[in-house]
């Protein structure tokens, strides 16, 4: 009974705790966080200083292939490093305003922990809006903003032999990956499957990476290049050609989405249990639509997916129809206003995917943003949360 | 000359709603096209202004005790980053003027302003109903505020007569007037007939206006006045005198945006399937505008423009003063009046329709100058 009635106290105390915790801060300075408030302030001293994300200062950016750049930067030091395979969001800013894009780190994480520096190799996308930007748009010595790493798509402590398929710049994490291997000592080896339609990016390090195989101390990697033009895409024949028996290998996967989901199939039905297949999705707008085309009577319908209160919601697309009647419709009640695109009650943040401004007969980007549903047409796949 | 009567005006024709449209657009669609770098540093510099100065503002209020003059211009830039907050950087933020900068800060959705409206409900019932149903009686609660007889849609009652006195307290208290207006005070809390569309339930109303109010009472009047010590008293007499400087500045305002003499009111009927154009003309007569210097546009929060607002409620509000003379020559172009003046003729035609709608309607003569009505 007496435990009771501490328990309760504290329970109480805790929940004064949390109350002033709240409360404070928005009563003060009307914001969520105090640092909020200050951001501002402090940019003034310190640029590109935030709140929510790390600064991050750039060491270079230079061009390794015709449309493929690395990036070199020098996170804080109260970012709190990654695990291989992991990404980062890059938020850049132009012209006033700032975006936000997924990047695999392609280092490994010793070069943070000697150097405190990352790379990113970043493909530039037809039409986009950040990636072609980069080269000319961050200087080196300048400040950028990166978030703490993310992701799954990391290596396992299980001692299995280890396949690691990418495709294009889907190497990047795969990359970061190898690096980490070969100073790890593994009884069984290591394949790599490298598919890529015209040139092969860090053909070079994989190279040197698997002629040191044999040292001490180091994993045995064995690197296969593909040409996916002349030898075709991944098929359990070429697999079986590199290693008979993988039934019990542990797969990683990186590529486009209709890459990986092919392979993955592929794997399952030859007995591979789908514990053992990791995958990351690269570029999901691989086949990106010439922006110009794209018109409010013609749309590419596709799938839309809502997340609301982080619940998926998949809808098929309709001609003309606005994310707000698509919501609706799956009765999602959406926020709205005016349904005309004044009163921005309906804004929302679209995660990924392209929408067309039926007002201003704007395209969005592929990357996140925030849009008005009543006044958003989607073009192809686009996941909204509302 | 004077059509304030009663809800008349007339529709525009449709070629010429058409033309006002395509004009209206092309200028959004250039102003736009501008919109950038500029815009984001001239919002962070506002913002950084409203904080250093309110930053400053409190200390300085403190250090009264060295000599008073401390505590009077603590006082003036307490009141003056508040009005800051509000006009120019809350009202405008809370549009979505400067939502494409993706910064999580600036932006319509998040944001909370220094002032006793809860920033959710007051974002649905000003930037949905009013923008969206300007003057039209019956839907555009801010009309009037529920308080006032401004025009004759509304029938005189005796309690009219006393109005300008009404007025005045609300100018005064315009910041708690506007928080339980935006709840829609007489409904929520009386639990009167509820004909709006239900986005929050009352009791979400309810609370949200609570622990808004709350906060707010806390930080001006318990917190700050708290940890100056000796200076309690002095703290919070010059917190309280800071918030009433802001809210008389707001009401004053925000009245000669609305409610000057040449302002016209709409029935709903009227306003049924307007077009975008009509909607245009709408708010083109629904509003006045405000002429003065750009220190003045500035505290004004640019609603001295208040037609291009209404026009283009999510344009950074700091271009209305290089968008007003091209809206002014379309206006002109389309035979739309363009309600504009200086401040001390604005605000006197407000008084003077305050005053003019105390008094029932005169039947025999409806057109009579103003001032026979008195």
């Known amino acids: 009974m007496k435990t009771l009635t501490k328990n309760n106290i504290s329970i109480k105390k805790q929940q004064v705790k949390d109350f002033i915790k709240i409360n404070l801060p928005l009563s003060l300075v009307n914001s969520k966080e105090v640092n909020s408030y200050f951001e501002p302030l402090i940019q003034q001293f310190i640029p590109q200083w935030t709140n929510h994300r790390f600064r991050a200062k750039i060491l270079s950016v230079v061009r390794i292939s015709h449309n493929v750049i690395a990036l070199t930067l020098q996170p804080s030091k109260k970012w709190s490093g990654f695990l291989p395979g992991q990404f980062i969001e890059l938020t850049t800013h132009q012209n006033g305003a700032a975006f936000t894009r997924c990047f695999s780190i392609s280092s490994a994480p010793r070069l943070w922990e000697k150097d405190n520096k990352i790379e990113l190799t970043i493909r530039e996308q037809n039409n986009g809006k950040v990636t072609p930007w980069l080269i000319n748009g961050l200087k080196a010595g300048e400040y950028t903003q990166i978030s703490a790493a993310k992701g799954d798509f990391t290596l396992t402590d299980r001692p299995n032999h280890k396949v690691l398929i990418a495709a294009g710049t889907g190497i990047t994490p795969i990359k970061s990956m190898l690096g980490s291997l070969k100073y790890e000592r593994h009884d069984s080896s290591i394949d790599l499957i490298y598919f890529a339609r015209d040139e092969h990016l860090f053909q070079e390090e994989l190279t040197t990476l698997a002629s040191h195989s044999h040292l001490k101390n180091h994993a045995k990697i064995n690197v296969h290049f593909i040409n996916s033009k002349s030898q075709g895409r991944f098929s359990i024949d070429m697999l079986r050609q590199i290693c008979p028996t993988f039934i019990d290998s542990e797969f990683f996967i990186c590529g486009p989405a209709q890459m990986i989901t092919d392979t993955r199939q592929a794997l399952i039905k030859e007995g591979v249990s789908q514990q053992h297949i990791l995958q990351e999705f690269f570029s999901a707008h691989s086949t990106q639509p010439d922006l110009k085309d794209i018109q409010i009577s013609n749309t590419e319908l596709g799938n839309v997916q809502f997340i609301k209160n982080a619940m998926p919601t998949d809808v098929s697309a309709t001609p003309k129809t606005t994310l707000l009647e698509l919501a609706e419709a799956a009765q999602l009640n959406p926020n709205y206003g005016c349904r005309m695109g004044v009163c921005h009650q309906c804004k929302c943040t679209k995660k990924s995917g392209i929408t067309l401004n039926t007002t201003t007969g704007q395209i969005s980007d592929t990357g996140e943003e925030e849009i008005q549903l009543c006044v958003s047409l989607p073009v192809g796949d686009v996941q909204v949360e509302i | ?374």
């Open chain 2, 1 to 374: 000359m004077n059509s304030t009567t009663k809800a008349t005006t007339q529709q525009l024709p449709i070629e010429l709603s058409q033309s006002l449209e395509s004009d209206l657009n092309e200028l959004r669609q250039r102003t736009l096209s501008k919109v950038g770098e500029e815009d984001a540093a001239y919002i962070r510099r506002i913002i950084r202004i409203e904080r250093w100065s309110g930053i400053f503002g409190r200390i300085s209020m403190v250090l009264g005790f060295i000599h008073p003059m401390y505590w009077v211009f603590g006082v003036l830039a307490l009141a003056f980053s508040k009005i800051l907050n509000n006009m120019e950087v809350g009202h405008n933020v809370m549009h979505g003027q400067y939502d494409w900068m993706n910064d999580p800060n600036i932006n319509s959705r998040s944001f909370d302003w220094d002032n006793a409206g809860d920033s959710d409900s007051w974002r649905h019932y000003h930037n949905y109903e009013h923008h969206t149903y300007t003057n039209i009686i019956g839907k555009d609660r801010d009309f009037g505020y529920g308080l006032l007889r401004l025009s004759n849609d509304l029938p005189w009652r005796i309690k009219n007569t006393f109005q300008v006195f009404i007025y005045m307290l609300l100018s005064l208290l315009f910041e708690w007037g506007v928080a339980y207006h935006e709840l829609a005070g007489d409904r929520v809390f009386s639990k009167k007939k509820n004909n709006r569309k239900k986005r929050l339930s009352a009791h979400d109303l309810k609370r949200a206006f609570f622990s808004k109010a709350g906060r707010q009472i806390f930080k001006d009047y318990i917190f700050f006045p708290l940890i100056s010590g000796p200076m309690f008293l002095p703290v919070l007499l010059g917190n309280f005198l800071a918030n009433l400087i802001r809210n008389l500045w707001t009401s004053t305002i925000i009245f000669c945006g609305h409610f000057t003499e040449d302002i016209h009111t709409f029935s709903q009927e009227q306003c049924n399937n307007e077009t975008k154009g009509q909607w245009y003309h709408r708010q083109m007569l629904g509003s006045s505008n405000i002429e003065g210097r750009k220190w003045f546009h500035i505290l004004t929060g640019h609603l001295s423009c208040q037609i291009e607002h209404h026009l283009f409620p999510d344009i950074p509000a700091h271009r209305y003063t290089q968008m007003a003379p091209e809206v002014q020559a379309i206006a002109k172009k389309h035979g739309i009046p363009y309600n504009t003046g200086r401040f001390s003729r604005q605000y006197f035609t407000v008084l003077k329709r305050i005053i003019k709608y105390s008094f029932p309607q005169s039947a025999t003569k409806p057109k009579e100058p103003l001032t026979a009505s008195n």
